[in-house]
């Protein structure tokens, strides 16, 4: 009996590479937040930051950057629109001077409530299963973990 190659084919065609493919996802997904997103007055990756807030009520800036794996030199410029916006407070902690802490205001916990929908919008426009969806997640999550891990180690 013949022995099946399991190994991924890691060919020069376009349609061999999986960078186009997530590419591709993540253009499709982030156009499909687009017109929802506007309607709020947000950037994808603002809405991303006010994910954060709306669950935590605030937390340091460093915290967010973590979460979101966005260096400060990203997440500065967008906390500042959406401090700007009156959607969010930037603090000093008492405790540490050093360390800024991100507040969501009145009016950033109210966008909240006009955001309900959008992610049973999006997951309707996924057409995935819940068990497609964790398992699509999951893998994504491995993926990030595996490929981060292998920069780190070269």
């Known amino acids: 009996m013949a022995r099946r190659n399991t190994t991924p084919q890691?060919?020069?065609e376009l349609d061999a590479q999986l960078c186009f493919d997530l590419y591709a996802a993540s253009r499709a997904v982030t156009n499909?937040?687009?017109p929802m997103l506007l309607d709020l007055g947000l950037t994808y990756p603002q809405y991303l930051v006010m994910l954060v807030l709306w669950e935590r009520?605030?937390?340091t800036v460093r915290e967010l950057g973590d979460v979101l794996q966005l260096?400060?030199?990203t997440l500065s410029p967008l906390l500042k629109r959406l401090t700007?916006?009156?959607?969010?407070r930037r603090e000093r902690r008492t405790d540490d001077e050093r360390s800024v802490e991100a507040v969501l205001t009145d009016e950033g916990?109210?966008?909240q409530v006009k955001a309900q929908s959008i992610?049973?919008?999006i997951g309707a426009a996924m057409g995935l299963t819940p068990a497609e969806f964790d398992v699509l997640k999951q893998t994504l999550r491995r993926l990030v973990t595996n490929v981060s891990n292998s920069n780190a180690a070269s």
């Open 10 to 12: 890691f060919g020069m």
């Open 32 to 34: 499909a937040y687009r």
């Open 57 to 59: 009520q605030s937390c």
């Open 71 to 73: 260096d400060s030199g």
């Open 84 to 88: 700007a916006a009156g959607l969010v």
């Open 109 to 111: 916990r109210a966008l």
């Open 119 to 121: 992610p049973s919008a």
